[in-house]
């Protein structure tokens, strides 16, 4: 096939299903009809002689060929993207859905400013935030994803871009009535505390907070593990578990729920809130927006 025979709004639409891993959602991103964005997949297929998606029964699931061919689709699409609005200059002018891959609480803490923000300087941007797991940074090529906001220690992020957001630190909380949850308490009696905590992995407990105990030999008797902490305030504030999450995130909780927190007997790693993104985004108007707003509302 010739490129002038090539329509090359098709790979907007391979884009979309790639991100949403779903036709319906893929036509709502597109502000298209279900029927044309299939169309769309069909005539992909034909063209690139490959189904490209396969119905799993829950998502699709993209076939070795578009795995091999989205990052330079990507790569494609921004730089179309990069020439339509490089001429203006101007972040008000782009049209964009952004995806940003963190925890949950980042979005809490932030999201309300970040939508002001956009509103008032930015507004056609959107976004989407989605949680965070270790397999997208060990895959940063994934061109689904615009920017990675996660503590700088705790995965390995080497050929990706970086700023520093923010430095934070990690609390204990329990409920307020929990009289075996004491400030400088045994080391000893706090991990036999019922411990819930963070972990992207099930059936691992794979958290950053926890790290330095491993080094110690020290174990919590972790109890319940979720890749969610704005839940942890809801369990700890009518059970006996305690639970291990960042300082800013407890200040706000402790005004939601009747909790108390204390700093633990044990070392903790330093939390130093990152933004990651790839070295090809450099000149992307929208992300550098994006990263300078987050950076403005971090430090407020």
């Not at 949950?104 to 002001?116: H, M, R, S």
């Not at 941007?125 to 797991?133: E, I």
């Not at 030999?217 to 593990?225: F, P, Q, S, V």
Request: with cysteine; proline share 4%.
């Amino acid at each position: 096939m010739q490129l002038r025979d090539f329509d090359i709004n098709l790979l907007v639409t391979l884009e979309a299903i790639w991100t949403t891993r779903n036709v319906s959602n893929a036509a709502k991103t597109l502000n298209l009809a279900q029927s044309t964005v299939s169309a769309a997949l069909n005539r992909l297929r034909l063209a690139l002689g490959d189904e490209l998606f396969n119905w799993s029964g829950s998502e699709m699931v993209p076939t070795a060929l578009a795995e091999q061919i989205m990052p330079d689709v990507s790569k494609l699409l921004n730089g179309v993207r990069t020439v339509l609005t490089k001429s203006l200059g101007q972040v008000d002018t782009v049209e964009r859905r952004m995806v940003i891959a963190t925890a949950d609480y980042v979005a809490a803490l932030f999201g309300a400013k970040l939508l002001q923000r956009a509103a008032a300087e930015a507004p056609q941007l959107s976004f989407d935030f989605v949680d965070m797991r270790p397999q997208f940074i060990n895959r940063a090529a994934r061109p689904d994803i615009d920017l990675f906001v996660l503590p700088a220690s705790a995965l390995r992020t080497s050929g990706m871009e970086r700023a520093i957001l923010y430095q934070d630190s990690y609390v204990c909380i329990g409920a307020a009535d929990n009289d075996a949850l004491q400030e400088g308490m045994d080391v000893d009696a706090f991990l036999a505390l019922r411990h819930i905590g963070y972990s992207a992995i099930p059936r691992i407990a794979f958290n950053h907070e926890m790290m330095l105990w491993d080094d110690l030999g020290k174990e919590a008797d972790l109890r319940l593990t979720m890749g969610n902490y704005l839940i942890f305030a809801r369990i700890v504030a009518n059970s006996d578990a305690v639970a291990i999450l960042p300082k800013r995130l407890a200040q706000t909780l402790t005004g939601e729920w009747n909790l108390k927190w204390i700093t633990p007997p044990l070392p903790t790693p330093e939390l130093e809130i990152a933004a990651l993104w790839r070295p090809d985004q450099a000149k992307d108007i929208a992300l550098n927006w994006l990263r300078d707003t987050l950076t403005d509302i971090c430090a407020e």
